[in-house]
């Protein structure tokens, strides 16, 4: 690249197969898409496979239907996270070396009762310094210096892992990768340079930078749009009995994802073709209307 040549973006989504996409991830999926469309950016499509457990059969195919019937343009092929695992491995083994990770073989009940942050449990540290033989998860060391990043959206974001949520797992004890250490490798190996995602992720980002830094990443930008709710509260999700995408009036879901995410269509875009409504928001996309919003509460 020459000096002065904008750097390129690229952009991606990356759900995971639990179960199909409901109204709550198409936000986030427009979201991601238009940003990256709008900033003449790829978009890569990751299905994120890795924790078989928590898998509905067909659900890979099923988002990959959904998101096509939307008329959603990836670029490249869609990237399965199960086909990295050797990337990850790589990863870890490279933390253990250097000593940056290690066996805890604290269960749940264990720490029942340790303290909590907004970051949710506050690791004490008990298997800091050795444990038992045996089936282990692996936690990341931090430290308690500020991780800092600055929002689209939500504005400066900063915390102190040590004391926050303390050395956290990149490893669970039933061998699977934690999340936090497959996306990091995996939107380094895809060379991502911009994350759009749901707000639930906000509080895992300081420890995704954290591991980019222990592991000599590049740190994306990030965006978190606000996370859509039911009238009570509840955030939208397959628990709080969020619906599958339709497969039909996908015209005038994406409009209503389009209302939702503050963009004010004309009324009438409902019943304008996929192309038009596409090309409206690629003309009219403007995530700042959702600065700094919480949650969205969802209207119909
Ligand atoms: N796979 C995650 C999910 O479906 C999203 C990962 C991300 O965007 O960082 O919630």
């Known amino acids: ?70 008329g959603f343009e990836w670029d490249g092929d869609i990237v399965f996270q199960s086909a990295s695992s050797d990337a990850h491995d790589r990863a870890l083994s490279s933390l253990r070396k250097r000593n940056l990770a290690y066996r805890c073989r604290c269960s749940r009940r264990d720490l029942a009762n340790a303290p909590r942050s907004s970051l949710g449990i506050i690791y004490p540290g008990t298997c800091r310094n050795g444990c038992d033989r045996g089936e282990a998860a692996i936690r990341v060391r931090t430290d308690d210096s500020e991780i800092a990043f600055e929002d689209i959206l939500q504005g400066r974001v900063a915390h102190r892992l040590e004391s926050e949520s303390g050395d956290f797992v990149i490893r669970r004890r039933d061998g699977l990768m934690a999340y936090q250490l497959a ?72 409009a209503a994802a389009l209302t939702e995410l503050r963009q004010g269509p004309p009324s009438d875009l409902a019943g304008r073709s996929l192309p038009e409504i596409w090309s409206w928001a690629n003309k009219n996309w403007q995530p700042g209307q959702l600065r700094r919003l919480k949650t969205i509460v969802k209207t119909s």
């Open 1 to 70: 690249m020459q000096a002065g040549e904008p750097i390129p973006y690229v952009g991606r989504f990356a759900p995971s197969p639990t179960g199909p996409l409901h109204f709550g991830s198409l936000l986030a999926a427009v979201a991601s898409y238009l940003q990256a469309r709008t900033n003449n950016g790829q978009w890569l499509l990751r299905i994120e496979d890795i924790d078989p457990p928590r898998e509905q059969a067909g659900a890979s195919k099923d988002i990959i239907t959904t998101l096509q019937r939307y």
């Open 183 to 254: 996306v990091v490798v995996d939107d380094e190996m895809q060379g991502i340079t911009e994350v759009v995602r749901g707000m639930d992720l906000l509080d895992s980002t300081p420890r995704q930078i954290w591991l980019q830094q222990l592991l000599d990443f590049s740190t994306p930008h990030y965006l978190h749009i606000p996370l859509i709710t039911h009238a009570n509260g509840d955030k939208l999700s397959k628990l709080t009995g969020a619906p599958a995408l339709p497969l039909d009036a996908v015209e005038s879901t994406l």
